[in-house]
C-alpha cells in the first residue's frame, strides 16, 4: 500500500504559518512565532506550501517512523543524531515501557469493569502535568457543548473543586504518588491564602485566565465563539472550599502525609468557610447570572466544617472547633429547612427546580442515602433530567443562550446513588448503557446528545473519568457486601476507599 503522511501545523490557534526548513531529506523544521516543530522520519519526506508531506510504498510487515518534538523558537534540536531509526525506535520502546510499568505500579483495581477502569486510569495520568502534578479538566477548547451553539468553554485548566474526585479515583486505583503530586500542585498554588483562593488555574499555577474569542475561527462544525481562557476564573464558587478540606480528609485517610503546613492551610480554609457560607455564588455550574443561594455549595460548606471537625479531633490540624461546630450546625439546619422545602433537594433558596448536583447529599455524607428527602431526590432528578441513562445538569435559565446536552458525570451520580442504595439490577443496567458512551478507545467527553448518544463537549473529559472509576469501584464493593448500610450517613468515597484499599 501506499502511505501519504501530511503535517500541516498552523501556530497560535492558526494565526501564525510556520516557515519550512529541510535539514536533510529525513528531517526538517517548521519555525513561526514562539515555536518551533523538529520532523524525522526513516523515510524521506518533502515541504510544500508550508507543510510536511511523505509518500511511501510499503510492503507487508514493513514498519517506518516518523516523529515530531517541540521547542521553543529559539530552541536547538532536542534530538540531535543520525542514527533515526534506532534512536525513534529506542524512544519508542521506553514510552510503552514507561506506560507499561506504570499501569503495573499503580493500579491495582480488579472488578467487573476492570477494562474501563483501566482505561480511564491511563486517561487521567495522561491528563496529569508532571513537571506540576497538575491534573488538567479536559485537554481542548471549545469543543460545544450543543452542535452550532454558543456554550463553548476553554477547559485546559485545574479547577479546585476537581480535587477531590481526583484525589479519591487515584487512591482507589492505588496511585499515590499521583495523589500527592496533585496535592503539591494544590500546596503551591495556594501559597498559604486561602483568602485569594480562586477557582481554576493553569496547570502551571497562573492565575490570570483572560477570556478572549476567536472570531478567525468558525470552531467545530461552526460552533462558535472559540474561546480561549475562562472568565468564570473570578467568580465567588463556595464550594470550592469544602472540596478542598474534603482532598485533604481523603488523602489523609488513603495514608497519604499531610504536612503541618497543610494543617495549617486546611485550618484557615475552614475559618474562611465559617465566615463566608452565607453569603450567595455562582456555584458548581459557574452560571453567568445574578448568583445564588445554591444548594451545594452551601452542603460543601458543611462539607469543609465537618471534615475539618474531625481532622482536628484525629489530630491532624487545630483550630476553634467549637466555631467549625456550630457553624456546621446552622448549615445543617439551613439545608434541612431552606434545601428542601417539599421533601426534595432543589437547586437553590427560593428556586424550586432539579439540579443534578443535589445527587451528592448522600454522597457526601449529609444524608442516608435511604433518607425520603434522598429518595424523592433522585426521583425528581430522573423524571425532571432524565432521558434514558444520561442526565442533564438543570434546566432553567442560567444567563446563558442554547441548549445543552447531558452531563455525563451527573450520570454517574445518579448511577452512584443507585448502587448505594442497593439498586443493583438497575445500576448495572445504567452503568451498561454509561460504558457505552465512550468512542472506540475509551475515552469519554463531557456531555453527549441523548437523542443520538454523540460525544459534546471537551475531551478526553478528567471529571467523566472519574466517575467511571468511583462508580465501578463502588458497584464492586456493594457486589461483595462491603458498604455501610443504606439507612446510615456515609461518604461515599470514604466507605470505597476503606473497603477496597
Known amino acids: 500500500m501506499t502511505a501519504r503522511i501530511v503535517v500541516e501545523p498552523r501556530i497560535e490557534y492558526g494565526m501564525v504559518t510556520p516557515r519550512y526548513t529541510a535539514t ?3 528531517t526538517c523544521t517548521m519555525i513561526g512565532g514562539p515555536d518551533a516543530l523538529w520532523f524525522r522520519s ?3 519526506m518533502r515541504g510544500e506550501s508550508a507543510r510536511v508531506i511523505a509518500e511511501w510504498d510499503l510492503a507487508t510487515d514493513q514498519e517506518e517512523l516518523i516523529e515530531v518534538a517541540w521547542t521553543p523558537a529559539a530552541g536547538d534540536d532536542p534530538i540531535p543524531g543520525s542514527d533515526h531509526r534506532g534512536a525513534m525506535q529506542r524512544r519508542l520502546d521506553d514510552t510503552i515501557s514507561f506506560w507499561q510499568s506504570w499501569f503495573e505500579r499503580c493500579c491495582n483495581y480488579e472488578g467487573e469493569h476492570h477494562r474501563k477502569v483501566h482505561r480511564s486510569a491511563l486517561i487521567l495520568k495522561a491528563l496529569t502535568y508532571a513537571p506540576t502534578g497538575a491534573v488538567v479538566a479536559a485537554g481542548t477548547t471549545s469543543l460545544p457543548e450543543w452542535i452550532g451553539g454558543e456554550r463553548n468553554w476553554d477547559y485546559r485548566f485545574t479547577w479546585i473543586r476537581d480535587a477531590t474526585l481526583t484525589l479519591s479515583s487515584l487512591v482507589t486505583l492505588g496511585s499515590l504518588g499521583e495523589a500527592a503530586a496533585f496535592k503539591g500542585w494544590l500546596e503551591r498554588t495556594g501559597a498559604g491564602h486561602p483568602e485569594d483562593l480562586q477557582i481554576m488555574y493553569r496547570i502551571t499555577g497562573e492565575r490570570l485566565l483572560p477570556e478572549v474569542h476567536l472570531a478567525h475561527l468558525k470552531g467545530h462544525r461552526d460552533s ?6 475562562n472568565g468564570a476564573a473570578g467568580q465567588l464558587q463556595l464550594d470550592s472550599y469544602g472540596q478542598l478540606v474534603e482532598a485533604g480528609y481523603l488523602f489523609a485517610l488513603a495514608g497519604g502525609e499531610l504536612t503541618p503546613s497543610n494543617g495549617e492551610y486546611l485550618r484557615q480554609v475552614a475559618d474562611l468557610t465559617a465566615e463566608a457560607w452565607q453569603h450567595p455564588d455562582q456555584g458548581i455550574w459557574e452560571i453567568r447570572d ?4 445554591f444548594v451545594h455549595s452551601k452542603l460543601n460548606c458543611w462539607v469543609a466544617l465537618d471534615r475539618a471537625t474531625r481532622m482536628a479531633k484525629a489530630g491532624q490540624l487545630q483550630g476553634r472547633v467549637d466555631v467549625w461546630e456550630r457553624e456546621r450546625d446552622l448549615l445543617a439546619e439551613w439545608l434541612r429547612s431552606e434545601a428542601a422545602p417539599d421533601g426534595w433537594f432543589v437547586q437553590a433558596a427560593g428556586r ?8 451528592l447529599v448522600p454522597a457526601l455524607g449529609f444524608l442516608p442515602v435511604a433518607h425520603p428527602s434522598v429518595a424523592k431526590t433522585m426521583e425528581v432528578v430522573a ?3 432524565g432521558d434514558g441513562p444520561l442526565v442533564r445538569r438543570y434546566l432553567n435559565p442560567d444567563g446563558l443562550p442554547g441548549e445543552e446536552g447531558a452531563f455525563l458525570l451527573c450520570s454517574f451520580w445518579l448511577l452512584d446513588c443507585l448502587i448505594h442504595s442497593r439498586r443493583l439490577d438497575e445500576a448495572d443496567e445504567m452503568l451498561e448503557a ?3 458512551m465512550s468512542n472506540d478507545v475509551g475515552v469519554f467527553s463531557e456531555m453527549a446528545d441523548p437523542a443520538t448518544g454523540e460525544a459534546l ?3 478526553p473529559q478528567a471529571f467523566t473519568h472519574m466517575g467511571v472509576v468511583a462508580s465501578c469501584a463502588a458497584l464492586t464493593a456493594a457486589r461483595q457486601g462491603r458498604l455501610p448500610s443504606p439507612e446510615e450517613p456515609y461518604v461515599f468515597a470514604e466507605a470505597v476507599l476503606t473497603q477496597l484499599r
Open 383 to 385: 423524571r425532571d433530567l
Open 290 to 293: 445574578d448568583p445564588r443561594h
Open 42 to 44: 526513516t523515510r524521506p
Open 224 to 229: 462558535t465563539p472559540v474561546r480561549i481562557g
Open 352 to 359: 424550586p427546580i432539579a439540579d443534578a448536583a443535589t445527587l
Open 457 to 459: 463537549g471537551n475531551t
Open 434 to 436: 454509561l460504558l457505552e
Open 24 to 26: 536533510s531529506d529525513r
